[in-house]
C-alpha cells in the first residue's frame, strides 16, 4: 500500500461477486478477497464455508482517497448487496456470507456508523449489517482472487457477479474507471 492509498474492508456475500463490483471503481488500485471477523488463525476456505472459524468471506479495497472518497465505497457496496438479509445474499447461506463493515480507523467507524444509521431509517426491513474493527485480514487462496475475470463463462458469475458489476456501471457510471469497462 502506498501512502496516497487507503485501505477499506467490507464483506455482503461471496467475495467474488462484491471483488467484482469494487474493481469497477475509479480510484481503486486493487481488490483481495479474504477473511475477517473470525477467530481462527489463517482459515483456509473450507473451513470458513463450514461456518467453524466465525470469519466472513470480505473483500479488502485499496483506493485513492483523493478520487474515490470511503463515503462513495459504502454507497456502491451497500448497492450491491442487500445489507437487510441476515447471513445470506441470493442463494449462498451462513454466516461467512453477512453483511459486515470491518473499519481501519475511529475516521471508517463514524463514516460507516452513520451510513449504516441513515439506511436503517429509510429502509423497510431492518439493516443487519455488523461493524467491527478489522482484526486481521487473511488473503483467500490464489484461485478466488480476479475470479469473476478469470472465469468469465461460470455459471456463478455469470447470475449473481455479473448483474453487480452491470449495476456499477449503470447507477454509478460517473465513478466507474473507463479503462475497466473497455476491457469487456
Not at 454466516?95 to 473499519?103: A, E, P
Amino acid at each position: 500500500m502506498s501512502q496516497e492509498t487507503e485501505l477499506a474492508t467490507f464483506g455482503g456475500g461471496c467475495f467474488w461477486c462484491v471483488e467484482a463490483a469494487l474493481k469497477e471503481l475509479d480510484g481503486v488500485h486493487g481488490v483481495t478477497s479474504g477473511y475477517a471477523g473470525g477467530h481462527t488463525e489463517a482459515p483456509t476456505y473450507r473451513e470458513v464455508c463450514a461456518e467453524t472459524t466465525g470469519h466472513a468471506e470480505v473483500v479488502q479495497v485499496e483506493f485513492d482517497p483523493a478520487r474515490l472518497s470511503y463515503e462513495e465505497l459504502l454507497e456502491v457496496f451497500f448497492a450491491v448487496h442487500d445489507p437487510t438479509q441476515l447471513n445470506r445474499q441470493g442463494p449462498d447461506v451462513g454466516s461467512q456470507y453477512r453483511s459486515i463493515v470491518l473499519y481501519h480507523d475511529d475516521d471508517q467507524k463514524r463514516l460507516a456508523a452513520a451510513y449504516i444509521e441513515a439506511l436503517d431509517e429509510e429502509s423497510d426491513d431492518s439493516v443487519v449489517t455488523e461493524l467491527e474493527p478489522l482484526d486481521t485480514f487473511y488473503e483467500a487462496e490464489e484461485y478466488h482472487q480476479d475470479y469473476f475475470d478469470k472465469n468469465p463463462n461460470d455459471a456463478y458469475c455469470n447470475f449473481h457477479a455479473k448483474p453487480k458489476v452491470e449495476k456499477v456501471r449503470e447507477k454509478f457510471a460517473e465513478k466507474v474507471n473507463q479503462t475497466a469497462t473497455s476491457d469487456d
